[in-house]
């Protein structure tokens, strides 16, 4: 799986761009225009003294899956530099992707210090990396990317080949990990690639959203195959930019998604599934931190409701000037959906938890041969939000550990002489995650 990930890999960039190329949408030609096209390029680091640049034709040629030699052949990153292949205003512009690939946390450790620096400073300026690992842990301490740590420290698979990401431009760390024995190299291409686009175009939609008042500080997403389809987890983290000399507040919003693919259900029928049973989220606030407030509350279900945190404080905007002493409000504001769901609210104040049950609505057989379905929700995409605000002595990270849990059904029918047998399957994704981030 390495060796074929390591053949396809090289096409990361190119994959999203090239391939509106060949999609023919008339035969009629009415007019032509010029389209000018970013440059991207991808550094794979096969060792300290050998970095392999594809480009242009030779990208375009991996990407149709055709023999390609390199476009260019470096030793150091530092060549790269001084040559001017990657320029740090083109990223700081997104004009120019990069993307710089390791294979190993031992390649990486084989760069010298000079090639780290220049690393660091255009990874500062919006190029990505990618490390075959479960994490980049590693690669931001060497680095040094921000003081924070977020994991899977429970039911991480130590066999299991992952890709992990990492883009962070302007000091604000955006990752992602996923698993890549069960996806095909054309997949791994899209799940590459996706990704980075989506991050680079995005950056400024998680800062606007969460109004001028918190400053985005880490991004981080999980995501992969269950039984009947797939899981999506993703985590933002902003700080708040107070003027408080006693506390730091943080921000924590998250995102998760689970989405069947693969859904069948008819009367008197042997087979009601796969379909969502399962989408709750626990979170423990540690290290002398404590939960401020957080969203949704309380039980709720049918229709769909908006909900509202962070009201209460503010950010100050100006230390001089006009507008010096201006201030702008922490309120953050989501709306939710809770068409054939219930949301249980089982969160703690007192013990710094916030917890979410979700009921989904599951199929009936009480009068089999007629079957009630699960209804939509249930049975195709769903993602909902929760957030949470943190509250830190003033100057220590804030410090989480989260446990999403999704799980899908599916369930085999048997009808014995008026009694109905219902053998049920299940597919669960539940790690136990540990989150540490201290804003800059």
């Not at 010029?34 to 640049?53: G, H, K, R, T």
């Not at 429970?154 to 883009?167: G, T």
Request: glycine residues 8%; contains cysteine.
């Amino acid at each position: 799986m390495k060796k074929k990930f390591f053949q396809f890999v090289l096409v990361v960039f190119l994959s999203v761009f090239v391939s509106s190329i060949f999609a023919i949408a008339d035969e009629t030609v009415d007019s032509e225009i010029e389209v000018e096209v970013m440059s991207a390029s991808l550094f794979f680091i096969n060792a300290q003294d050998l970095i392999y640049q594809y480009s242009t034709n030779e990208l375009g040629a991996l990407i149709k899956n055709e023999p390609s030699n390199p476009t260019a052949v470096f030793s150091s990153i530092e060549q790269i530099s001084s040559n001017g292949v990657v320029s740090q205003p083109d990223l700081l512009a997104n004009k120019q992707l990069a993307l710089f690939f390791f294979p190993s946390n031992q390649v990486l450790d084989s760069l010298t210090d000079s090639d780290l620096t220049l690393l660091k400073n255009l990874v500062d300026s919006g190029a990505t990396i990618g490390i075959f690992d479960s994490n980049t842990a590693h690669l931001r301490e060497k680095l040094g990317i921000l003081s924070n740590e977020i994991g899977d420290i429970a039911n991480d698979v130590a066999d299991s080949n992952q890709i992990s990401l990492l883009y962070a431009k302007g000091g604000g760390v955006q990752e992602i990990s996923f698993p890549i024995d069960e996806l095909t190299a054309g997949e791994m291409v899209s799940e590459i690639g996706e990704w980075i686009l989506e991050t680079i175009y995005k950056t400024a939609e998680r800062q606007d959203k969460a109004s001028g008042a918190w400053d985005a500080t880490y991004t981080r997403q999980w995501k992969g195959n269950l039984s009947g389809g797939s899981y999506r987890f993703l985590v933002n983290v902003f700080k708040l930019e107070t003027q408080n000399k006693n506390n730091d507040w943080y921000l924590i919003t998250t995102s998760i998604t689970s989405t069947i693919n693969d859904y069948a259900c008819s009367d008197w029928g042997s087979r009601c599934g796969w379909y969502t049973s399962n989408q709750d989220l626990t979170v423990q606030v540690k290290n002398d931190g404590s939960l401020y407030e957080y969203m949704p509350t309380g039980t709720i279900s049918g229709g769909s409701k908006g909900f509202s945190i962070g009201g209460d404080l503010s950010a100050g905007i100006d230390t001089s000037g006009p507008s010096a002493g201006g201030t702008l409000s922490g309120s953050y504001s989501e709306s939710y959906n809770f068409s054939d769901i219930t949301i249980i609210d089982n969160s703690d104040f007192v013990n710094n938890t916030a917890t979410w049950t979700i009921a989904f609505s599951e199929p009936n057989y009480m009068w089999y041969p007629w079957i009630t379905a699960p209804p939509n929700t249930s049975r195709n995409t769903y993602t909902w939000d929760p957030a949470l605000i943190v509250q830190t002595p003033k100057g220590k990270p804030v410090q989480v550990t989260m446990t999403p849990k999704i799980t899908h059904s599916k369930d085999s029918l048997t009808y014995y002489f008026f009694a109905l047998s219902v053998s049920r399957s299940t597919s669960t994704w539940q790690p136990n995650l540990s989150l540490s981030v201290s804003g800059n």
